[in-house]
């Protein structure tokens, strides 16, 4: 059986709450190589920490002896790390493997998968960000079914200790006198005051555990998006706001950011409301908490920001935002803040579309596509089709991965060559139509190879926490190696960004498959209606795609 059949007639995942990497999208999918063999992974991450991740693990080839999963933590290193547990296989599936993994600690993770077979042995490793985002209310029947329990415990306390001290005192046939009758009071007074005191002191070390699990449960960053006015056209200044994230540590500056793809951060515009305009720009660094970027033409109204960033140790987050960007022109303000001016990034692309609930473009431009729904071909600006290879007849159903893989035929109607971008052979963006999800992935799955980068090199190094630089020097050096990357040629910079993606598929060959289709691996977190954008790049230009879908519970 091969391995899209697997996806297609198994799967179903459950669905996880918003972590902070993924807007509304739970859990890590990863598609990829462990050695020889070709995985598919999918962790749901608890969502209070301590707490255990779910796992499932699909093997497309070989015979598998035993699957074992490990927690890898960050600060800890391997060697710091638990030992690892078996994942058992599935009843409904024999491909499929299922563990729990204890989570015991928040921040970047990772989770060691280790396959044993008749290949050998293949190791691969998917990032996990571990945080509590959640606090868990009692429900309340269970509540004052407890609160009962208590007081009828305690009264029992009371009278037992009562009467140990008075009636239990007595001789056989000795008389219960007003002597006795007075230390069973006292004693069952002073027992009471010492079991108040007790649940008293109890109550406020609880309360002080639940207050700390408050403060540092995960808040994301805060920013400030608005739009100013350049020489060169309409910018928006994207400021983050860190002041109350000061229980992260030094370790949370925005100086301490990596580029992920190249790029030091993907933000993402979508119009609220009719969601018929989408732009994918790359904000430069004027200073440690202040971005940038020349925005394209863009019409009026409310947008969704998200910004995708990784810290140095590999934890990845979306920063969001709103910005309304108006129809005339503001009043002239500087808008380069920073010691660099801006430039066109040549990865910056934005696309109009049709509203939701309409098949007609509403607005002008010369960058118009109109959204497809699955399995129909849509046409694309350079004259090219897009094609979701998704029956229509089936339902797409939450909580349920699926290989949703795209194709791109030429004008002719032949298979397209595609062309990387920005290292990957596609980008993709699911949105639900309210705005409640988000999430920005690749062919490898949802996870920021950034991460992936992170936490490979700390297994590999010596096992003491690395020494956090000087946060300028830091973010110097990291500008530094992005203008480095900037300024190379198109196709170098392609060739060294594709260098870091070790886990793109490939195929027999060895060569990086997908040429003319790319497979997204998704679990839809849950039921609505959704629009998706695709970004593949063919003959130098970036096309986009739009499709439209309802999911179903």
């Not at 608005?226 to 928006?236: S, Y």
């Not at 790029?263 to 940038?292: C, N, W």
């Amino acid at each position: 059986m091969n391995l899209q059949k697997v996806w297609i007639t198994l799967l179903g995942l459950l669905v996880a709450v918003n972590l902070q990497a993924h807007v509304g999208s739970p859990g890590v999918v990863f598609e990829g190589k462990a050695g020889p063999y070709s995985l598919l992974v999918s962790v749901n991450p608890p969502e209070v920490i301590p707490g255990t991740a779910q796992v499932q693990i699909i093997v497309e080839n070989g015979g598998i002896d035993h699957i074992w999963v490990k927690p890898i933590y960050w600060y800890a290193g391997d060697e710091g790390s638990p030992s690892p547990d078996e994942a058992l296989p599935s009843e409904e599936n024999p491909n499929q493997y299922e563990g729990l993994i204890w989570l015991m600690s928040s921040g970047t993770a990772s989770l060691e998968i280790t396959v044993e077979g008749s290949l050998g042995k293949g190791v691969a490793l998917v990032p996990v960000m571990a945080a509590s985002t959640a606090q868990k209310d009692m429900e309340p029947q269970l509540g004052w079914i407890l609160a009962g329990l208590g007081i009828f415990l305690v009264v029992l306390m009371v009278t037992i200790i009562g009467a140990s001290v008075s009636d239990g005192t007595l001789d056989p046939n000795q008389e219960f006198t007003r002597r006795y009758r007075r230390k069973r009071w006292v004693g069952a007074g002073i027992s009471a005051f010492v079991l108040g005191l007790i649940l008293y002191e109890g109550n406020e070390w609880w309360q002080s555990w639940a207050d700390d699990y408050q403060r540092y449960m995960y808040k994301p960053y805060q920013a400030t998006s608005t739009i100013l006015e350049d020489e060169g056209g309409r910018v928006l200044n994207f400021a983050i706001d860190t002041t109350y994230l000061s229980y992260r540590g030094r370790s949370s500056r925005t100086s301490y950011l990596i580029p992920d793809h190249g790029k030091l951060m993907h933000m993402f515009l979508i119009r609220e409301g009719s969601l018929d305009a989408f732009a994918h720009l790359h904000p430069q660094r004027v200073d440690t908490i202040t971005y940038q970027v020349k925005l394209p033409p863009l019409p009026e109204g409310k947008y969704f920001v998200y910004a995708d960033i990784v810290r140095w140790n590999g934890f990845a987050e979306t920063i969001a935002d709103t910005v309304e960007i108006p129809a005339e022109e503001l009043p002239t303000r500087l808008a380069s803040v920073g010691k660099n001016s801006l430039y066109e990034d040549p990865d910056d692309t934005y696309i109009i579309s049709n509203p939701v609930g309409s098949q007609q473009a509403q607005l002008a431009g010369n960058n118009i596509v109109i959204c497809g729904k699955p399995g129909t071909e849509t046409p694309l600006p350079d004259g090219s089709t897009a094609i979701w290879e998704h029956q229509s007849s089936e339902p797409l159903v939450a909580g349920k991965l699926y290989p949703m893989t795209f194709a791109i035929q030429d004008p002719e109607g032949n298979p397209a060559e595609l062309e990387p971008y920005m290292g990957m052979m596609g980008h993709m963006v699911v949105f639900k139509n309210d705005g409640s999800v988000y999430v920005h992935l690749h062919p490898v799955g949802n996870y920021s190879m950034a991460s992936q980068s992170v936490l490979e090199s700390r297994i590999k190094e010596d096992q003491t926490l690395p020494t956090l630089p000087e946060p300028l020097q830091f973010a110097d050096s990291i500008d530094q190696l992005i203008a480095s990357i900037q300024s190379l040629e198109e196709q170098e910079r392609e060739e060294f960004l594709m260098e870091g993606m070790v886990h793109e598929v490939e195929d027999e060959t060895g060569e990086h498959a997908g040429h003319s289709t790319v497979m997204f691996p998704y679990v839809f977190p849950e039921p609505g209606d959704y629009r998706i954008w695709i970004q593949m790049k063919r003959n130098g230009q970036v096309l986009n795609s739009a499709f439209d879908v309802k999911v179903e519970l």
